[in-house]
């Protein structure tokens, strides 16, 4: 069965110092894994995807399939990047599989 | 608002009751999809539905049960509720141009079960 793992439930860093949301799965088919975030009272939103390969917000992450990761990445946190992030997969079936959560609090 | 809405906002309720959730999708989306988000379990998918028809299921239990109307908005009902049941429960629509198309959340409703 398909599961997507954020062993962090909290991560908190000061501000300008290099951040790595962990995220592993585990999945017996070909994964598409996104990154969600939720903002303090905002809704729970897309930042990206890996099939696109792009950075948002200055995020990236790399899907390492030799060691099912997918960290989130960013080298030089801000504030505004406080939040909950959720790593999920897409296992085919047009449903998401999340993970736990993690919440990222930039201390200035 | 032409994003996901969700109602009521919260919901207080005892065990053994009923309540039922609603969700209207973003304009243009056929697809609805419901989520539960409790503090032990995380988010987890319960159902989607797709233009009126149920299209794929989850961890849904069998006291929960969902339908999507001609209008495309969905509602999910939670009957012989239990303390268990509290959490935050999540909609999410998208439009199925592609494989895969974004899913857009709405606020969810909270649901407290005494």
């Known amino acids: 069965a398909q599961r997507v793992t954020q062993p962090e439930k909290l991560l908190s860093v000061f501000k300008g110092a290099p951040v790595e949301l962990k995220c592993n799965y585990s999945?017996?088919?070909?994964?598409?894994l996104f990154w969600y975030v939720q903002y303090s009272r905002q809704r729970l939103q897309l930042l990206l995807r890996?099939?696109s390969r792009e950075s948002i917000k200055g995020f990236t992450a790399d899907l390492n399939k030799g060691e099912t990761s997918f960290h989130l990445k960013k080298p030089f946190a801000q504030e505004e990047d406080s939040a909950m992030y959720y790593c999920?997969?897409?296992?085919?079936?047009?449903?998401?599989?999340f993970g736990s959560g993690t919440r990222l609090q930039v201390q200035p | 608002d032409s994003g996901v809405t969700q109602t009521p906002k919260h919901l207080i309720t005892a065990t053994g009751q009923r309540v039922t959730l609603r969700c209207s999708p973003r304009s243009g989306d056929l697809s609805v999809y419901w989520y539960q988000q409790s503090l032990d379990q995380g988010l987890q998918f319960l159902i989607q539905?797709?233009?009126?028809?149920?299209?794929a299921k989850g961890n849904i239990l069998e006291r929960f049960s969902a339908q999507q109307f001609p209008d495309l908005h969905s509602e999910l009902n939670l009957s012989s509720l239990e303390l268990g049941d509290s959490a935050l429960y999540f909609c999410?629509?998208?439009?199925?141009?592609?494989?895969?198309?974004?899913?857009?959340f709405g606020p969810g409703t909270r649901l407290t079960v005494l």
């Open positions: 890996h099939i």
């Open positions: 999945y017996s088919g070909s994964p598409e």
């Open positions: 999920a997969l897409y296992t085919g079936r047009r449903a998401l599989t």
């Open positions: 999410a629509s998208s439009g199925e141009r592609a494989l895969w198309d974004e899913q857009f």
């Open positions: 539905y797709y233009n009126g028809e149920e299209r």
